[in-house]
Each structure stands twice: as C-alpha cells, then as structure tokens.
C-alpha cells in the first residue's frame, strides 16, 4: 500500500495603491553627471482576495497600511533645463490579508521595485 501525500493549495491575490509624500537630493559628480537619492512615506490601500482548499472562496478585505520608499539613482544634464535619469526604487507597502469560511490568508512585507528610465524637464 502506498500511501498519497494531497496537496493542499491556497492563492491570495493583492492589489495596492498609494499616496506618498517624498524629499530628495542629488550630488554632483561632474558638471553633467549626478546621483539622486530619494526617501518617502505614506500610505498603501491594499486590497486581497483568494481562495482555499477546494476552491472556496475567501472573503476580499482592504488594508490601509504605513507604506514606505526608497530610490537611488544616476543622472545625467543634457542641458540647463533638462536632465536623462536611470532610477531603481523599492516600496514596502505592508501587509495583505483576506479571511473568512474559517481560512485566514495572509502576505507579510509586500513590497514592489522597479527601474525608471526617463527624462526631467525643468521649467
């Protein structure tokens, strides 16, 4: 007899949107070229929804959490009044949790990063 080990899968979707408030600097390497450092914090909407063992589903629930960022990044001055920048961020938004049927799910520290390629124009 052998005996089968069932597997057992649940799935949590989440979705965020945030509203932050941010500073930043930048220091000159060169005439044109240039680091830009940049911190913020606000607040994430955090929304999740999932399903259990069986596919029942698990009851959608929004969070609203303290969410934080950090970005560094290299510029360089095309002109006076315009500069290319190269930026990698990373987002902490919080927790994501959906419960009910008697299941609770939950994501710990969701967090997002990303790299911007763009330019900046100043007036």
Partial sequence: ?????????????ADAHGLMFGLGFNVDLSRELFVEATGE?????????????????????TETNLAAGLGLGLG????????L???GN?????????????ATL??????????????RFKF
Avoid: E, K
Wanted: aromatic share 6%; net charge neutral.
């Fill in 41 to 61: 914090i606000g607040v994430a909407f955090v929304g999740a929804s999932g399903s259990q063992v069986g596919g029942v589903a698990v009851s959608a629930d």
């Fill in 76 to 83: 360089y001055r095309l002109a006076p009044n315009m500069d």
């Fill in 85 to 87: 920048l190269v930026m």
């Fill in 106 to 119: 939950t994501a710990n520290d969701l967090g997002v990063a990303t790299v911007t390629i763009g330019a």
């Fill in 1 to 13: 007899h052998v005996a089968r080990r069932r597997r057992h899968s649940v799935h949590l979707d």
């Fill in 90 to 102: 990373y987002h902490w938004l919080g927790d994501a949790t959906a419960g009910g049927n008697g």
